[in-house]
């Protein structure tokens, strides 16, 4: 059984950072692909980030290009995303999603989610 615990969220101002963490046990961590999610109000849940197993290029959704920075740790069996300049519109919860079964950017090829941690950015 996998267990993703995201952690770091919170308030921040416009043009702030935080720094998310997400926490894996489980499956042999290093063997699987991970990806950072987001949900804003009444939207879609959209990818931000893909880290896959097989590369440490992590690709980003071109809103966030430049300002965030994920990250895995295969040894901690941990994932991070750094968020930085952060906007208005990145308020959402963000969620660490691991192991895909299909399309990376398609919150429903994959298998294992976090709970999720607020980020709020205030204008």
């Known amino acids: 059984q996998v267990q993703l615990v995201e952690s770091g969220g919170g308030l921040v101002q416009t043009g702030g950072s935080l720094s998310l963490s997400c926490a894996a046990s489980?499956?042999?961590?290093?063997?699987?692909?991970l990806a950072w999610f987001r949900q804003g109000p009444g939207k879609a849940r959209e990818l931000v980030a893909y880290?896959?197993?097989?590369?440490?290029?992590?690709t980003y959704a071109e809103s966030v290009k430049g300002r965030f920075t994920g990250a895995r740790n295969n040894a901690e069996k941990t994932a991070s995303l750094q968020m930085s300049s952060l906007k208005p519109e990145d308020t959402a919860v963000y969620y660490c999603?691991?192991?895909?079964?299909?399309?990376?950017?398609?919150?429903?090829?994959?298998?294992?989610w976090g709970q999720g941690t607020q980020v709020t950015v205030s204008s």
């Open positions: 999603a691991m192991y895909s079964v299909g399309r990376y950017d398609s919150a429903e090829a994959w298998m294992y």
């Open positions: 489980g499956r042999k961590f290093s063997d699987y692909s």
């Open positions: 880290m896959p197993w097989t590369s440490s290029v992590t």
